[in-house]
């Protein structure tokens, strides 16, 4: 079965850098958008960045944007999210997500999700 496991979340300070990864397998990675989207704490999950099979076109949610790098190695079946500039308010469990074949921000149509993992940035 299809599974993503995501690592390299923490505590960092505000101002700066994290890397997380996601792992996937039990899919042909190299045929599927990959996305990531952060879940805080009393909010809904929201989208914040999404890849192409390649790797060529990238998208962001506009509270990202310039900070966060999405990309992927489809010889790892990994996808990467470099995370700098981090302020407090991107405190969150950040999943990482497949399924669609074109970018979307739509998580409903993100079939297959990982556990999380939590990113905490103090001020």
């Known amino acids: 079965q299809v599974q993503l496991v995501e690592s390299g979340g923490g505590l960092v300070q505000a101002g700066g850098s994290l890397r997380v990864s996601c792992v996937a397998s039990?899919?042909?990675?190299?045929?599927?958008?990959m996305g990531w989207f952060r879940q805080a704490p009393g909010k809904e999950r929201e989208f914040v960045a999404a890849?192409?099979?390649?790797?060529?076109?990238?998208y962001y949610a506009d509270s990202v944007k310039g900070r966060f790098t999405i990309s992927r190695d489809n010889a790892k079946n990994t996808v990467y999210l470099q995370m700098n500039s981090l302020k407090p308010e991107d405190t969150a469990v950040y999943y990482c997500?497949?399924?669609?074949?074109?970018?979307?921000?739509?998580?409903?149509?993100?079939?297959?999700w990982g556990q999380g993992t939590q990113v905490t940035v103090s001020s």
């Open positions: 997500a497949t399924g669609p074949r074109i970018l979307t921000v739509d998580k409903g149509h993100y079939t297959y």
């Open positions: 039990g899919l042909t990675f190299s045929r599927y958008v």
């Open positions: 890849i192409t099979f390649s790797g060529g076109s990238t």
